[in-house]
C-alpha cells in the first residue's frame, strides 16, 4: 500500500471559488479518490491563501479584521467545494499558528544554509492607495516582447519573468494609479546556490513532464537563477520575519507551506505523525497546479523543501488553462461562473466528467463551450450510461438479481481486461483515456439491452427468467462502469451502490459480478440537461459580482486617454515603414494563415541569423521552416509556442535545407523582432482569419 499526500494550489481569500479554480480541484479530487479506492491511503489536503496586500485592503475597506474577512469566506470557500464532491481530509488557511511556526523552521534552516542576502530594493508604490505594491497589483508592458497588460512578474505571451520595475508604463490595479519608484530594504534567497540541485530534480524525468522539464530548463535554468525576493515592507498582512523588524514574508513564501500546516492541523485531529508525510522518504507527495504558477512550484518550492529537509515532491502535475465559449474567463461575457452559481442551475457531476473527459497527461488548454457541454454529457452520462439501470431496474425490483450471473457473451470479462488499461491511465492523469475506455464499455453493453428488449419479455409470464437474467447483466455491466467512474462521479457511485444494496468502495468490485441481491426502486439518477440551462447560467453569471483574482482592474475600465499614455503608441515604427499598397480580400485570401506548434527548434550553425522550426498542424502534419530570429530568440524559448505559419508559402531549397513555410513575425530588424503569438485556447491547424 503507497501512502500518498495530494494537493492542489490555494484558493486565494479574495476570489470566489469558480469554474477555472474546480478544473483543477477536481483533477486532484478524482486522482485521490482513485488512490483511495484501489488501496492506497492517500490524503488531500488544501487551504485557503490569505496573506498579502490585497487582504489588507479589503479588510480595511469593509471596516473589519482580517481575520474576520478570512473566516468568511474560508467558510464559503469550504461550501462551493463540497458543492461539487470535493473531498478534502483538511483544508486550513495559510493565516495558522502551524503555518507561522512551520515559516519560522524554514526560515532558520535557510538561514544556517546561508541562502540570505539584504539589499535595498526599488519598488512600485501606489500614492494613492498608500502602499507598495505587490506583483500581483502592477500591470504593464512586458520588457521583452512588449505585450501590453501583463501583470507585475511574468509575461502571459512570452513566459518571460521581470520585476515590476522593469514593466514599461506600469500601472496600480488597486487605483490606476501611476506608481512611483521607493526604495526599501529587502530580503533574497540566493537561489543560485541551488541550481545545481534544482537542475538534477526538474531534468530527471520523473517529477515533471517532459514539457514542463523543458520549460523550465529553457526559460530558467540555462543561466544563472535570480535571487528570490521573499520580503515586504510594512503595510502588509503577513506574518512578520523575527529577525528583520518592519518585514513581512512575502506570501509566496508561506503559501507552499500552507500545504504543510494543513497537514500538521489533520494530524494533530487524528493522531497522524507528521513526519510520516513530510519527513519520510516513503511518502509521495503530488501537487496539482495550473503552469501559471509552475515557477514557484519547480524552483522555488523544491529548494525551500530540500533546504529544510523535508520530503520533496513525487510529482507536479500542471494542466492548462480553461476557456469558456473560445473566450479567455471574462466577467462581462459570464466566463467568470462562480461555483454558487453553477449549482444554482446545474448537476456539479456534469461538470466533473467534462472536466474528466478534457484532461489529460499533456499540459493543454481546453474550451468549455455550452454546445459540447450539452452533448458530451447528455450523450455519454443519460444515453449510454445511467440508461443501462432506467431501463431494467424497474424490472427486477421484486426479484432481485439472478442467483447465478448469466451467460452475456464475454461483455463482463471484456469490462474486467479493460480495467487495467483504465487503472493505467488514471494513475497517469490520463482521464481522458479513461473516460474514452469506459465509454466504449457502455458502447459494448447497450446493444446487448437493445436486442433483448427486456420491456418486451416482461408482457410474456413464462420469460419471467429471461426477463431476470438479461437485467442482471445490463445491471452489472452498469455498476462495472460506474466502479471505473466512481472517482470522478462519487454521486452516482453512492446512488449506484443503494440501488444494487452494495456501497461501491473498492476498484475489484469491478472483476466480479454482483449476483442474488435485492434491487431498490430505480430513483432518478441523472437528467438530461439543455443548451438553454448553461446559457441561463452564463447570463446570470455575467450580472453576478464574481470577485477577479488578486483585486485586478481591467484595462477596459480605463478612460481611452488613458490607455493610449500607458501604451506609448508614437507611431514610429509606422513612419519607419509606411503601409503597403492596397490588395483586394482576393488576393489576401491566396495566403494561408495556419496557427501551429512548435515542437522543435534547433540552431543552424553555418547561418547566422536561422534557426531550424518544425511545427505542428495537428494530427501529425508538420513543416519545417527556416527563420531569421536566431539574434532575438534562443531555440528552448521557442519550443510549446503557438505561432503563426504561412501555409501554403511555396517550398524554397536553402543550403541548409528545404523551407516549407513562413513564421510571421514583427520588428524593425533581425536583432529585435517578435513572433507573433496566438492566445491560449486556439489550436494546431486553425486558419487565422
Known amino acids: 500500500m503507497r501512502r500518498i499526500l495530494v494537493t492542489s494550489a490555494l484558493p486565494y481569500i479574495n476570489t470566489d471559488i469558480h469554474i477555472g479554480y474546480l478544473l483543477e480541484a477536481v483533477q486532484a479530487d478524482v486522482w485521490a479518490r482513485f488512490q483511495r479506492l484501489i488501496g492506497n491511503q492517500c490524503v488531500y489536503m488544501c487551504a485557503d491563501d490569505t496573506h498579502g496586500t490585497a487582504t489588507m485592503i479589503r479588510a480595511r475597506q469593509e471596516g473589519r479584521s482580517e481575520e474576520e474577512l478570512i473566516a468568511e469566506v474560508q467558510a464559503a470557500h469550504e461550501r462551493d467545494l463540497a458543492g461539487f464532491d470535493i473531498q478534502f481530509d483538511n483544508f486550513g488557511s495559510t493565516h495558522s499558528a502551524e503555518n507561522r511556526a512551520l515559516c519560522h523552521e524554514f526560515w532558520r534552516a535557510i538561514r544556517k544554509a546561508k541562502l540570505v542576502k539584504e539589499r535595498d530594493v526599488e519598488q512600485l508604490y501606489d500614492p494613492q492607495a498608500g502602499t507598495f505594491l505587490a506583483d500581483r497589483f502592477v500591470r504593464g508592458t512586458c520588457p521583452k516582447c512588449k505585450s501590453p497588460d501583463q501583470p507585475g512578474d511574468n509575461c502571459s505571451k512570452c513566459g518571460h519573468h521581470y520585476s515590476p520595475t522593469e ?18 530594504p529587502h530580503l533574497f534567497i540566493e537561489l543560485e546556490k541551488l541550481h545545481g540541485f534544482l537542475e538534477d530534480w526538474t531534468q530527471s524525468g520523473q517529477h515533471l513532464q517532459p514539457e514542463i522539464a523543458n520549460y523550465v ?17 510594512a503595510p502588509y498582512f503577513g ?25 500538521k492541523q489533520w494530524c494533530d485531529r487524528t493522531g497522524a505523525r507528521f513526519d510520516d508525510w513530510w519527513g519520510a522518504p516513503d511518502c509521495e507527495i503530488h501537487h496539482f497546479i495550473g503552469k501559471d504558477i509552475t515557477y514557484f512550484h519547480t524552483l522555488f518550492w523544491p529548494g525551500m523543501l530540500k533546504t529544510a529537509g523535508f520530503t520533496l515532491p513525487a510529482k507536479i502535475h500542471v494542466h492548462g488553462f480553461l476557456t469558456v465559449g473560445g473566450e479567455k474567463m471574462s466577467k462581462s461575457k459570464g466566463g467568470f461562473v462562480a461555483a454558487r452559481t453553477y449549482l444554482k442551475h446545474l448537476d456539479p457531476s456534469l461538470l466533473r466528467y467534462f472536466y474528466a473527459a478534457k484532461l489529460s497527461s499533456r499540459v493543454e488548454d481546453f474550451d468549455l463551450s455550452a454546445e459540447e457541454f450539452v452533448a458530451k454529457v447528455n450523450t455519454d452520462l443519460v444515453n449510454k450510461v445511467v440508461n443501462l439501470a432506467s431501463r431494467t431496474a424497474k424490472f427486477v425490483e421484486s426479484t432481485g438479481l439472478s442467483a447465478k450471473y448469466p451467460d452475456d457473451g464475454g461483455l ?36 446487448y439491452v437493445e436486442e433483448r428488449r427486456p420491456w418486451d419479455l416482461r408482457k410474456e409470464p413464462s420469460k419471467a427468467r429471461e426477463l431476470q437474467d438479461v437485467c442482471t447483466v445490463a445491471l452489472n455491466l452498469f455498476r462495472q462502469i460506474v466502479v471505473y ?8 457511485a453512492k446512488q449506484t451502490g443503494d440501488l444494487l444494496h452494495d456501497p461501491i468502495d473498492r476498484w475489484e468490485q469491478s472483476q466480479s459480478p454482483l449476483v442474488g441481491t435485492r434491487v431498490a426502486k430505480f430513483t432518478h439518477m441523472l437528467r438530461r440537461i439543455e443548451e438553454k440551462d448553461v446559457h441561463a447560467m452564463i447570463e446570470e453569471s455575467k450580472k453576478t459580482a464574481v470577485t477577479p483574482a488578486d483585486g485586478e482592474v481591467a484595462s477596459a475600465t480605463m478612460p481611452a486617454s488613458a490607455q493610449a499614455s500607458q501604451w506609448n503608441d508614437t507611431g514610429d515604427a509606422l513612419a519607419a515603414e509606411p503601409l503597403a499598397p492596397e490588395c483586394t480580400i482576393d488576393d489576401f485570401a491566396k495566403v494561408d494563415l495556419r496557427v501551429v506548434r512548435v515542437i522543435a527548434a534547433e540552431d543552424v550553425p553555418e547561418a547566422k541569423k536561422l534557426l531550424k522550426l518544425t511545427l505542428s498542424l495537428g494530427g501529425g502534419a508538420t513543416k519545417t521552416v527556416f527563420a531569421g530570429i536566431k539574434e532575438a530568440y534562443k531555440p528552448e524559448d521557442l519550443v510549446g ?36 503569438t496566438v492566445d491560449e485556447g486556439a489550436v494546431p491547424g486553425q486558419r487565422v482569419h
Open 167 to 184: 514593466l514599461i508604463a506600469p500601472r496600480s490595479t488597486l487605483s490606476g494609479a501611476t506608481p512611483e519608484v521607493r526604495s526599501s
Open 217 to 233: 530548463k529553457g526559460h530558467f535554468l540555462g543561466e544563472p537563477l535570480r535571487d528570490w525576493d521573499i520580503s515586504r515592507p
Open 239 to 263: 506574518f512578520g520575519i523575527p529577525d528583520s523588524p518592519g518585514n513581512y514574508w512575502y506570501v509566496w513564501f508561506d503559501a507552499p507551506i500552507g500545504y504543510m500546516a494543513s497537514t
Open 412 to 447: 463482463f470479462a471484456a469490462g474486467t481486461k479493460a480495467g487495467d488499461e483504465i487503472r493505467d491511465a488514471y494513475e497517469t492523469t490520463d482521464y481522458s483515456k479513461a473516460m474514452r475506455l469506459i465509454m466504449a464499455l457502455a458502447d459494448q453493453a447497450n446493444p
Open 485 to 492: 467512474l466512481s472517482p470522478v462521479l462519487p454521486r452516482l
Open 641 to 676: 509556442r503557438l505561432v503563426v505559419c504561412v501555409a501554403n508559402l511555396a517550398p524554397r531549397k536553402m543550403k541548409f535545407g528545404t523551407s516549407e513555410g513562413m513564421v510571421c513575425a514583427a520588428g524593425p530588424d533581425a536583432a529585435e523582432v517578435f513572433v507573433i
